[in-house]
């Protein structure tokens, strides 16, 4: 059974129209991430949060924002979809910030920006 | 987190054992090696990690030099469906930001 739910798999938008991606787990783990997969590159991290504890990485644009409802639900929010935002997203957990623990993604959520 | 170096491609026949090499030779002490997949419109599957020692499980075994500065991924029996790319990732769990590099396709083939 899935663990991180990735809703929807496939999502269009048009450009500069705000979407929202969603993302569930099960696995009551503590710290939720969101990376950006765009064509035949490696996931690059957007942002992540520890609990309700917020951590954006450098160069993310502000243009992506996210919220944790709570422990089981985060969100990732474009703002203004850009041309350069199609990608997938995947989002993943891990039980802790630290430790020897693996982190567990969904299946992504592939974007298209008309 | 130390940097990892990787062929870009690789083959095997299916039924083979597929080695899959990986170069980490700035990895610090507290780094473990973590292996993971992708299969093509797929998320990111953990496979396995270790730390010094050689570690086993029902999908991979992870070999490790006793000088931590590489280590193979061996796939026992590889099978069609374990074409993705295969991501090494040196990874302290500290600071809990798992940075992937641009791994290494592997292609079975019948």
């Known amino acids: 059974d899935a663990m991180v739910i990735q809703n929807p798999r496939y999502q269009v938008t048009q450009f500069g129209k705000p979407v929202t991606l969603s993302c569930s787990q099960t696995?009551?783990?503590?710290?939720m991430y969101w990376y950006q997969q765009k064509s035949s590159q490696a996931p690059k991290l957007l942002f992540h949060y520890y609990d309700k504890d917020f951590n954006n990485e450098a160069d993310t644009p502000d243009n992506f924002q996210s919220r944790r409802p709570n422990t089981s639900f985060c969100f990732l929010d474009i703002r203004s979809p850009g041309l350069g935002d199609a990608a997938m997203y995947l989002c993943a957990t891990r039980k802790t910030r630290t430790g020897n623990q693996p982190q567990h993604f969904g299946d992504g959520t592939r974007l298209s920006i008309l | 987190d130390a940097k990892t170096t990787q062929p870009p491609s690789m083959d095997c026949a299916e039924g083979r054992a597929a080695n899959l090499p990986c170069n980490h030779s700035?990895?610090?002490?507290?780094?473990?090696v973590y292996w993971y997949r992708q299969i093509h419109s797929q998320g990111p599957q953990y496979i396995i990690h270790?730390?010094?020692n050689n570690e086993t499980n029902e999908m991979a075994s992870l070999i490790i030099t006793e000088d931590r500065k590489s280590s193979t991924l061996i796939l026992p029996h590889a099978t069609l469906r374990d074409t993705a790319v295969y991501y090494c990732i040196a990874f302290t769990g500290a600071n809990s930001k798992l940075t992937f590099g641009k791994g290494i396709t592997l292609s079975v083939r019948p």
């Open positions: 696995l009551n783990h503590n710290v």
């Open positions: 270790g730390l010094k």
């Open positions: 700035t990895i610090s002490g507290n780094e473990y």
